[in-house]
């Protein structure tokens, strides 16, 4: 038996947002210039390759109406984090966001959700969440406060692991890290993740390392390429197009790398994750 026919793929559903009123008109993290040409005509495109890509794979897409004068709104995974069913909003740190989590947790009431809670902290949902299949890996440093960690373990009653993010390029910690196979998943305990240690702290790389031994460790050229902004469903991992090693990497460990390009998106800090925000439950 081969190593990648023992990787399972299982179903996903996720909640994406076109990104009709795409623009970099702010500049909110250092992938951002405002001075820069971009093409909400070619974002659409990326994103709707995106969008199939998952279709494709087999998961459910559902989308949110995108609104005008929310530029960012693309990257719904910034505007929830859903475990069991349950739904825990976000609350953004830059005013120009703010507004969008409220249309996100309309999408929520009107989709029958009805365990959903809005954070008193600032809190960019899966931008800074990561679920492992058994606790949350919680980022802060830049955008999501260290309070919005315990509130999470609160409402989602869920345990919470906090990571210290020190590098402002990776400002989110779906742009350092991402699970492959969430614990749980056939025979797997632990869950399997790839990271780029120096998006973290000293300390908290060694937490990295103690609760994932065998994670996949990324280049600077991978991380660069915003190449741990992947969306695994256990199997295929869809990934930025320049992030080879990545690749290389992963299929050596019997997943399935599927490359999309995403460049448009990326002059606004984004990647395939921050694009997809998944409804677990
Ligand atoms: N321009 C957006 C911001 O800075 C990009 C968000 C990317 N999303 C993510 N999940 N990392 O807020």
Redesign the pocket.
Known sequence: MTVSSQREATTRRYLMCEPKYFAVEYS??PW?DPSAPVSAELAVKQWSELADTYRRLGHRVDTIRPVPGLP?MV?A??SGTVVHGRVLGSRFR?RQ?TPEADHFRRWFLDHGYRDVTMPVSIN?A??DFAWTGQFLLAGTGFRTDPSAHAEAQEVLGVPVVSLQLVDPRY??L??ALFVLTESGVGTVDTARIAYYPAAFSPGSQRVLRRLFPDAVIATADDAGCLGL?GVSDGRNVVLPTEAKELADQLAHHGYHPVMVDISELRK???GP??CTMEIRG
């Open positions: 909110i993290n951002m960012d990257f995974a910034n830059a966001r960019e899966e931008g400002y989110h779906d742009t902004n606004a800090g984004g994750k921050c």
